[in-house]
């Protein structure tokens, strides 16, 4: 049984425990990655450390010291109470930080001109006859302007205030997710599990953890971490989420948990020399035992010379090495080691900019020195990241093979006689050779995919729009996307978390363009059953060679396996003919039109790589009645997918239909790299995202390739996307 919980009032009665728990959720306090379990009503807590978040509700100013907002609304019997929530809320932040695990905070406030607060939010409780509400919200007051944003009311008491990497969300109302992104920030982290803290626990907590439970979170209450301004509203509050035997969620205690996250931590908190590996929970530990970045850099730039004479054509700008040890060094020195990617080295593809270095995006004619970063790039930097250089690409990103570049041919590290993948071959080849951690490149047709598949990495296409544009240099603006490669899926999805934030990219920040709103349907949980489809047989047998079949039939058999998984019916259809967009009509034409005060100029003609343009020059052919004719075909296209997409919640595809060598590209330069698109260029055309990850190897006689699959979401879904990949993955 459950021990009942002091909540200033009997609890509910526990039920029988464990009974009904899975045996993935009976897991406790073993190696990292098992369970969390701590006592609470109406049965214990159980959690994954990397699924579960600290909440953090509306520890203001405003909301917990004399003369805020509180102190106005309830006076002073209130405010001692929620100001005792602070120092228990404190240890408990300071033992999800000790253990690594993901903190969130939320400030409920208001923009100055008060055009995103209600007018009943202002006008009803000082209507009332005799009310003490002489100033509302706006109003000034001892800390600035009541629950306004900006004001010294409106921030996180000293005590509580988020570290760099913290996730802070600000909203409107009293609930945590209504105007907010909370949600999708929760299950982009794969965050299933909420341990909340905070004020006030009749209000904003109250309302924050209900509407958790509609959208699919178990969510556990500290019930010494949270009160309110009227006595008797605490207990009632808290009875009510776990009523019924959990009807909203479930009620604990900080002690319980801190002797929980303490045994955790001290399982796997031993100092481990470091191998070698660039992955980043390695650095992060070998740093956090004394490290320095010089010496991963001089790790890294050896091995770089000792990779030359097979691989020589991965970058186009190494930066220079003493910039590269000054950045390590001030890192070392100057810098917060808590940072998210504190001293993690990653590579650039050469259409986005560095500033200082030479953005060439494959053609030296084309070549400028920017002043200033990249706005993705300035996120990665500012996180603590570390700049090795800028990769050879296809010229303007414009192909899926490689091979379309002045600066050298890279090929794929598995086959000197097999091409690499582009667009952005050199970022995929720079994470496949260990010579970084991770990489950016771009995706506007498969370029952050291909490449993965034909160097066993993974590569995220994330949804478009969502990650800052401004500093990369276009090749389709309305389909380009930054993308990320990395040697195992936490790794991927941890930069594109950090890069995606504060984007200074005008379609980035569109207020118009709005993602499909989250639902229960954007998180799973261990024991969620979801929806997959595969292509058929005969679209499969149309397309692929007889090895990359096999391959993914391996695949296929493997997903079935999968606990919770089923596999339902797709109609492919729309989802083809989306793919065969993109190289013709509208996206050609805006692909020239992109770059034709560039490669129409007769100086500049011979720079340009013949079959780039070949493919520009047939962009400026297009007429405007092909092109709309083509965007409302798309739109069609989308409808009919998305349609699909509510009973589907993901489709396995393979990444590439086979894996050309450097002569099919001599005999055949534009019809090899159109069929590479066939499975990736749609997730472009339509709006979706999309993780391509290994699926095993394909096998010809002697010769051995990587194989690559591409799990394909509804925009917005990355959560789902990383999640499964993640469970698939230990299968393949």
């Known amino acids: ?140 007051g001892p800390m600035g302007r009541l629950l306004t944003k900006g004001e010294r009311g409106h921030d996180i008491v000293d005590e509580l205030q988020p570290l760099p990497g913290e996730i802070v969300i600000d909203k409107p109302g009293k609930g945590s997710f209504f105007s907010t992104d909370l949600h999708q920030q929760l299950v982009d982290r794969g965050v299933t599990h909420l341990i909340v803290c905070g004020v006030t626990v009749e209000c904003c907590v109250s309302t924050t953890v209900r509407e958790a439970n509609d959208r699919g979170f178990d969510a556990c209450v500290l019930s010494d971490c949270t009160d309110g301004f009227v006595p008797d509203f605490k207990s009632s509050s808290l009875n009510m989420v776990c009523f019924s035997d959990g009807l909203f969620g479930f009620v604990g205690q900080s002690t319980s948990l801190k002797s929980a996250l303490d045994r955790y931590q001290a399982s796997y908190s031993q100092e481990v020399p470091w191998n070698g590996s660039l992955d980043m929970n390695s650095l992060q530990a070998a740093y956090a035992s004394g490290l320095s970045p010089s010496s991963v850099v001089k790790q890294i730039l050896t091995r770089n010379k000792e990779i030359q004479s097979d691989h020589p054509n991965v970058w186009i700008h190494l930066a220079n090495e003493r910039d590269i040890y000054n950045r390590a060094s001030h890192l070392d020195h100057h810098s917060d080691r808590k940072l998210p990617l504190y ?35 300035e996120n990665l930097l500012n996180a603590g990241a570390i700049v090795i250089g800028k990769c050879n690409m296809d010229q303007f990103a414009t192909g899926l093979v490689g091979v379309r570049t002045p600066y050298g041919v890279p090929h794929s590290k598995y086959s000197k006689d097999h091409v690499s993948g582009g667009s952005s071959s050199g970022s995929a080849l720079a994470v496949a050779l260990d010579l970084v951690t991770f990489s950016l490149g771009t995706d506007t047709a498969g370029s952050g995919r291909v490449p993965a598949a034909f160097n066993n990495i993974v590569g995220l296409k994330p949804t478009k729009f969502t990650v800052p544009r401004e500093g990369v240099v276009p090749a389709c603006k309305s389909l380009d996307c930054v993308s990320f490669f990395a040697k195992n899926i936490e790794d991927a999805r941890t930069a594109w978390l950090v890069a995606k934030h504060h984007g200074r990219d005008s379609f980035t920040t569109l207020p118009l363009r709005q993602l499909p709103a989250p639902t229960n349907r954007s998180l799973l949980q261990a024991d969620s059953t979801y929806t997959f489809a595969l292509p058929g047989p005969e679209l499969l047998a149309q397309h692929l060679c007889p090895e990359y079949y096999q391959a993914f039939e391996g695949v296929a058999s493997a997903i079935k396996k999968l606990a919770g998984a089923r596999e339902v019916d797709f109609d492919f259809t729309p989802y083809m003919k989306a793919a065969s967009l993109l190289y013709k009509g509208a996206y050609l034409a805006e692909r020239s039109g992109a770059l034709a005060s560039f490669f129409t100029k007769a100086e500049n003609v011979a720079a340009v790589f013949p079959a780039v343009k070949t493919i520009l020059d047939a962009g400026l052919q297009v007429s405007a009645t092909e092109a709309f004719d083509d965007l409302h075909l798309v739109e069609n296209l989308t409808r009919k997918v998305y349609e699909q997409f509510d009973l589907c919640d993901l489709l396995v595809v393979p990444t590439a239909p086979r894996h050309p060598t450097l002569k099919d590209l001599e005999v055949e330069p534009v019809k090899s790299n159109l069929v590479l698109g066939v499975f990736a260029s749609a997730v472009n055309v339509l709006d979706l995202c999309a993780l391509a990850v290994p699926g095993g190897w394909a096998h010809s006689g002697d010769l051995t390739l990587p194989f690559g699959i591409t799990l394909v979401a509804p925009a917005g879904r990355e959560g789902v996307l990383l999640e499964v990949a993640g469970r698939l993955a230990k299968l393949l």
């Open 1 to 140: 049984m459950a021990p009942s919980l002091e909540i200033d009032s009997p609890a509910p009665s526990p039920p029988t425990m464990v009974e009904g728990l899975s045996a993935y959720q009976k897991q406790v306090n073993g190696s990292k990655g098992n369970n969390i379990t701590f006592d609470a009503v109406p049965y214990p807590f159980s959690f994954l450390p990397q699924s579960c978040a600290l909440l953090v509700i509306d520890m203001q100013r405003d909301f917990l010291l004399t003369n805020g907002f509180g102190h106005i609304q309830a006076g002073d019997a209130g405010v001692d109470a929620v100001q005792r929530t602070i120092q228990p809320t404190l240890e408990v932040l300071k033992a999800f930080r000790a253990c690594g695990l993901q903190v969130v905070h939320t400030r409920e406030g208001h923009r100055s001109d008060l055009r995103n607060c209600p007018t009943t939010k202002l006008v009803r409780q000082a209507r009332t006859p005799g009310s003490r509400h002489s100033l509302v919200i706006g109003d000034e």
């Open 343 to 377: 001293g993690i080295p990653f590579a650039v593809k050469d259409n986005i900019d560095v500033a200082g270095m030479p953005t060439t995006a494959a053609c030296s004619e084309f070549s400028y020195v920017p002043t200033k970063d990249a706005a993705v790039v």
